[in-house]
């Protein structure tokens, strides 16, 4: 397939999105630009919506108002064509899930098996690959119940990877994950993008932000603003998306009253 390697058709390409609750809207009327093969930061207090942009680019919540497109794709079909991965900010997984790693990773399959339904040797070897990528091949057979929060982040993206998704999107991949964790992560996350995978993540580490990302997007419902790392990082950027008292009221809490 040739999609993604054409010129000029962006990796995400959202506009007038729009995610409101019976309360709060979470999401106004955002537009959100990406190029392939590039790492972004979205950087935005807590309750400014980042997730449900997130959950509404996934087709998680029901029919928001607005457009997304995927490598030129409506959504709906990038996602049924597995080209793009997501990884919530809670994983989701049961702790008593009877489910190895390898098998985890193997769930990033099922969109590219052929007609039989049956993982082919090709499979084996990509959910094989994906553990050496992110460096956990020796837990392959391990309960996934049995890893530490920060080794279940990391077989997560093996299975984002196995499945070969061009665009992945990580919902805080960092929150409780030690800085050993997060520099592998981030090591993993940078490789990918050099290979052609285009990443976007949710993110509180904001120092952390400036060695991975390309570029950092600032949000509040919305983009405010977006550029080099080091400058989106600095007091006088994050003010716009913070607010002018440490410990103020965010936009939305505002909005409530
Ligand atoms: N399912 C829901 N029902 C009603 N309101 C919701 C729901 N999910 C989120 N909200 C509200 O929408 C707003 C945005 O929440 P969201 O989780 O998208 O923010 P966030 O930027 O991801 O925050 P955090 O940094 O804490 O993860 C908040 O005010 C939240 O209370
Ligand atoms: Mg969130």
Redesign the pocket.
């Known amino acids: 397939m040739t999609l993604t390697s054409q010129p000029d058709v962006p990796a995400l390409r959202v506009l007038g999105l729009t995610v409101a ?2 309360r ?1 809207l ?1 999401v106004d009327r955002a537009d959100v630009e990406l190029e392939p093969d590039r790492v972004y930061g979205l950087v ?1 207090a ?7 942009f997130f959950g509404a680019v996934m087709g998680r919540l029901p029919q928001p108002p607005g457009t997304v497109e995927i490598f030129g794709l409506p959504g709906r079909s990038a996602r049924e064509r597995s080209l793009v991965a997501f990884l919530p ?1 809670a994983d989701g997984l049961a702790a008593d899930l009877p489910w190895s790693v390898a098998e985890v990773v193997a769930t990033g399959r099922y969109g590219r098996l052929g007609p039989t339904r049956r993982p082919r040797a090709a499979d084996r070897q990509a959910v094989g690959d994906a553990l050496h990528r992110v460096g956990l091949p020796e837990l392959a057979r391990r309960p996934i119940g049995e890893l530490s929060g920060g080794q279940r982040k990391r077989v997560l993206i093996a299975r984002a990877i196995a499945q070969q998704a061009r665009l992945i999107i990580l919902d ?1 991949p960092f929150a409780g994950v030690d800085e050993t964790a997060t520099a592998a992560i981030s090591g993993v996350l940078r490789d990918l993008a050099d290979s052609g995978v285009t990443i976007l993540l949710a993110s509180h580490d904001l120092d952390g932000l400036v060695g991975l990302c390309d570029e950092v997007l600032l949000w509040n419902r919305r983009v405010i603003r977006r550029g080099e790392p080091a400058e989106m990082i600095k007091p006088e950027a994050l003010l716009d998306v913070f607010g002018l008292t440490a410990g103020g009221p965010t936009a ?1 809490e505002r909005e409530r009253r």
């Open positions: 609750y019976d709060t979470a935005g807590n309750g400014s919506g980042k997730s449900s900010q805080e939305g």
